[in-house]
Structure formats: structure tokens, C-alpha cells
């Protein structure tokens, strides 16, 4: 058999334009059967599109798609199906009132008669077969449980079990990882180890190179669009994957000079906070940050950091306890108030909290000043205004949409939205600025980028909380760190008092402060 007869997918020469850029430039790759194939590149590189036509979710301009050594249109989902491809998606497309199983056997529905006649589908069956087969590739879920009520992680499950259910042969993970924790991470790529096993083909859109390294065969690099090389993945260093990723030398540490400590900025002072459930997920949490100090909150997912974050922003009451902002309590005050007064925030959620997706790129880039000059005249907005701020924040922060300024967020990549947010809420200058999970979702390139960014605002005298599951992030940026375990403030020490181990005991809940 010739190797070429192997290729279960080939591209040729695909070149796909959106209004402004082009998205794909002439672009071609092979994927053998059974091999885990990644595409790497940075944020807006043309990943996704690629494999949205894959997927049928977009048409080439040019070039051919061969699947199995025939030549295919692809134009929809559905085909897509039929040729045993599935995707999941990096924004999940699930119905949130659906159930597990409903959502799995949505559109080919297990069908039955009763007496003979009258159809109805068979739920019963249905969620015996998806427990089943959630079982057989260790991606346990609850049938009948609400997509709403589901976890990320789980969401996640649903979608593999979709494309499983439907008996996929030619998985496509879109960021599978941007929303998930460091363990969760571990166990979905366990779970693509597994898939590849069983004699599934596997590609994993990323820019993670460690994962890269982890359980790809091959990698495709592209950047702006463009095909730059395909690589053997155990003979390629990851710094030679970010080099050619980003056309640069990537300097994989950050400069972070002495600090230099002001007055007190935050004060947090014996904080209570319950979930809808009346469950205190936050317990007697206290803690401050000074002008010119990074505090960062390390803690595995669910142990209540978001929610100290969202007290703090005022997007969540409080049971008791107090927060003052340089001073002023501002404990019940609003959440615009809180701005005003010289708070930023970088929300972990991007697409529900940091933006309104159907807005454009400008008019998002405003929301925090659109009502004052320049932006606005009493009840007249200046869209030049809007226009030629957002082309500063564009160049400044190297922010990519094929619209430019004018260009609606939704069609941006995800990564490009986070870039968006950061732009926004840095350029406000505030006196604290909040960031949860700021480089989830972001390329190599970018992530050291905003963590350049933090130290700087810190170098200015800004304060600066960080909330994040990347333990290198907090031990590369913070000055002091806090960790907390099942709602409660385990332990603060300055950054240099303390080893990445012990701070992962505490995470864990070995350790406690003594």
C-alpha cells in the first residue's frame, strides 16, 4: 500500500477570504488514518476556518477536500456526518435545557411505535445506551442530568459522546482545553489517548505546545493564514513550534524588577459569600493588595476564587464581611459605581460577562467610556470617536478581526476577544485592576504578552489581583500569593517564601497554614 493511500483526509490548496483578510491562504495538509494530527498557531491564524470547512460549516474559495481518497463537497454539518467527521467545538453547541441524552441523539432520534402506530423516541433506551458508551471511553455523565446544571468539563463529555454516538471516525477538537483545569486537562487528553487507541483520527486544533508534545503524532503550523510547515512532533522542540508560530524568538520568561509597594488599595476583610443554594462557598476570606503588588489566588477550579472575584466586582452579594476600595467602603455599592471609582476587570466568562457578541469591535472597546467625551455628546454618540480609539486599542494590543474596528466580536476567534477585554479594561488605568484566568484560550506569544502587561501596570503603581489555574502564571508574575482550599484563605506568603510544591499542597488541602 503507498503511504499516500493511507491519507484519510486531505486539503488541497485551500484558500478561504472573509471581508478584510484572508482567512486561509492557499493552504495544504494530509492526515493519516489513526494519527493525532495538531494545528498549531496563534490566536486568529486561520485554525478554526480550516477546519470549519472540514466540518462543513464553511465552503473553500479554492482548492479540494478528499476524504478516504475521494474527492467531497462538503457543505454542511450534516454531510460532514455522513463522511463520519465530527467536531467539537471550542464554544460548545449545546441546547441548555436539554438533558444529556437529549442533546446526544438530537436530529437522529431513537424512534418506536407504540401498539404498533403511534411514534414516539425512546428516552429509556436512549440513556441506557449513552450511559453505556459514556462508560466504555471514561467520560462518565449523568443522561438525565440538564446541559444547564453540567460543569464545563462535562459539557465537554457531551460533545465527544455527539460525535462517539454517531460513530465518528475523524474527531476534530477545537481548543479543547481553553476552559479547563490543569487536572481536567490531564484527563481530556487520557481520553484523546484512548480515542486514538480504539483507531480513531484525531485532530487537535491548539496552541498549547506542551499538550502538543503530549499526544500529537504531527503538527501543522500556520500563521496569518498561511501554512508555514508540518513537523514530526517527537523531533521538534517546542521552542522551535513557537518560533515558527509567532515568526519570532519567543523568550519564555517574563523581566519582573523588585516591587515597590504603595498604600493599601483593596481590603478585603472577613468575607462570606453563599451560592444560590444558601452553600457558603466563600468562608471568612481576608486579604489586601497595595499599589505596585501583584496578589494572585492560586487554587484548584471550584474553591471559591471566582466567587471572591465577583464580590469583589459587586456581580455577586455578599453574606457578610467588607470590601474597600482606597478606602471608601464599597461593599453594597453597584457594580458601575465600583468602576468609577477605579476598579478594572478581566472575567473569567468572555463571551457572557466581558462582551455583548452581536455589538462591533469598537463599540465593545467603549463600553466602559462611551457615555462621556469624546464618545458622546448628552445623548449623541461620536462614532469616529468610537473608530479611532478602537484602531489605537487594535494596534496596540495586536488585536485581529477581519472587520477591523467595524467588525462584529462574535465572528472574532476567541482569543481575539480575550485580547479585546484586556485592551478595554488595561487602557482604563484604574487604581485595581481584577484579572481572572487572563490567558485562557491565548497562543504562546500572546499569553507572555499580557503577562507583560500585568508587570508593567504593576511597575506603574497599580494594583493588581490575579486569579488563576496556571501555577506558572501566578509563580512567574506574583509578588504574593494566596491559596485557597474549599472556600477558605489556607495561606498568604510573599512569592519568594514559598516553592510551586508547597503551593500545590495547599491547592490540594495537604497543607495547611500553621
Avoid at 487507541?197 to 499526544?215: C, D, M
Avoid at 467595524?406 to 482604563?428: F, L, T, W, Y
Wanted: aromatic residues 6%.
Amino acid at each position: 500500500m503507498s503511504d499516500e493511500t493511507d491519507y484519510i483526509v486531505e486539503m488541497k490548496h485551500i484558500t478561504k477570504r472573509f471581508p478584510g483578510v484572508v482567512a486561509n491562504d492557499d493552504v495544504s495538509i494530509s492526515i493519516r488514518k489513526g494519527e493525532v494530527f495538531a494545528i498549531l498557531g496563534e490566536n486568529g491564524a486561520g485554525k478554526s476556518t480550516l477546519m470549519s470547512m472540514l466540518f462543513g460549516m464553511y465552503e473553500p474559495d479554492a482548492g479540494e477536500i478528499w476524504v478516504r481518497g475521494e474527492k467531497v463537497r462538503i457543505d454542511s454539518p450534516n454531510e460532514a456526518v455522513k463522511l463520519d467527521i465530527g467536531m467539537v467545538h471550542q464554544h460548545f453547541k449545546l441546547v441548555e435545557n436539554y438533558t444529556v441524552t437529549e442533546s446526544i441523539v438530537l436530529g437522529i432520534e431513537p424512534i418506536r411505535k407504540l401498539f404498533g402506530i403511534l411514534p414516539y423516541v425512546d428516552i429509556r433506551n436512549a440513556n441506557k445506551a449513552v450511559r453505556d458508551l459514556s462508560l466504555r471511553y471514561g467520560l462518565e455523565v449523568e443522561p438525565t442530568k440538564k446541559i444547564e446544571d453540567l460543569k464545563v468539563y462535562a459539557r465537554q463529555r457531551v460533545e465527544i459522546l455527539k460525535m462517539l454516538y454517531r460513530e465518528a471516525e475523524i474527531l476534530i477538537f477545537d481548543e479543547p482545553t481553553a476552559v479547563l483545569t490543569p487536572q481536567e486537562i490531564d484527563y481530556l487528553l487520557e481520553i484523546i489517548e484512548k480515542l486514538k487507541a480504539s483507531g480513531k483520527t484525531i485532530i487537535l486544533i491548539t496552541h498549547k505546545l506542551e499538550e502538543i508534545k503530549r499526544v500529537a503524532d504531527r503538527c501543522a503550523i500556520l500563521n496569518r493564514g498561511r501554512l508555514i510547515s508540518v513537523l514530526d512532533v517527537e523531533t521538534t522542540s517546542t521552542a522551535e513550534m513557537a518560533r515558527l508560530m509567532v515568526g519570532r524568538d519567543v523568550l519564555m520568561e517574563v523581566d519582573k524588577p523588585p516591587a515597590s509597594y504603595g498604600d493599601t488599595v483593596l481590603q478585603v476583610d472577613n468575607l462570606f459569600v453563599t451560592d444560590a443554594n444558601g452553600f457558603e462557598v466563600v468562608r471568612d476570606v481576608s486579604f489586601s493588595v497595595r499599589a505596585g503588588e501583584i496578589f494572585a489566588i492560586a487554587g484548584v477550579s471550584g474553591n471559591g476564587q471566582g466567587e471572591v472575584a465577583d464580590a469583589i466586582t459587586g456581580m455577586l452579594p455578599i453574606k457578610r464581611g467588607t470590601i474597600r476600595l482606597n478606602g471608601n467602603d464599597v461593599t453594597h455599592a453597584s457594580v458601575k459605581a465600583r468602576i468609577d471609582d477605579g476598579m478594572s476587570y478581566i472575567p473569567e466568562d468572555r463571551q457572557t460577562t466581558g462582551l455583548i457578541l452581536d455589538l462591533t469591535l469598537a463599540e465593545n472597546l467603549a463600553l466602559r467610556s462611551y457615555n462621556r467625551p469624546p464618545f458622546s455628546s448628552g445623548a449623541v454618540l461620536n462614532r469616529d470617536a468610537f473608530l479611532s480609539y478602537a484602531d489605537t486599542l487594535i494596534d496596540g494590543y495586536d488585536i485581529r478581526s477581519g472587520g477591523g474596528a467595524a467588525g462584529p466580536v462574535r465572528a472574532m476567534s476567541g482569543g481575539n476577544q480575550q485580547k479585546a477585554i484586556i485592551a478595554r479594561e488595561i487602557d482604563r488605568e484604574s487604581d485595581l485592576m481584577i484579572f481572572v484566568q487572563p490567558t485562557r484560550g491565548l497562543d504562546i506569544g500572546a499569553t507572555l504578552g499580557i503577562r507583560e502587561r500585568m508587570i508593567e501596570e504593576r511597575n506603574r503603581g497599580r494594583a493588581i489581583l490575579l486569579i488563576s489555574l496556571e501555577l506558572d502564571e501566578i509563580m512567574t508574575t506574583a509578588d504574593t500569593i494566596g491559596v485557597m482550599y474549599n472556600g477558605e484563605m489556607l495561606n498568604i506568603t510573599p512569592a519568594e517564601d514559598i516553592t510551586p510544591e508547597e503551593v500545590g499542597e495547599y491547592m490540594m488541602g495537604v497543607k495547611r497554614h500553621e
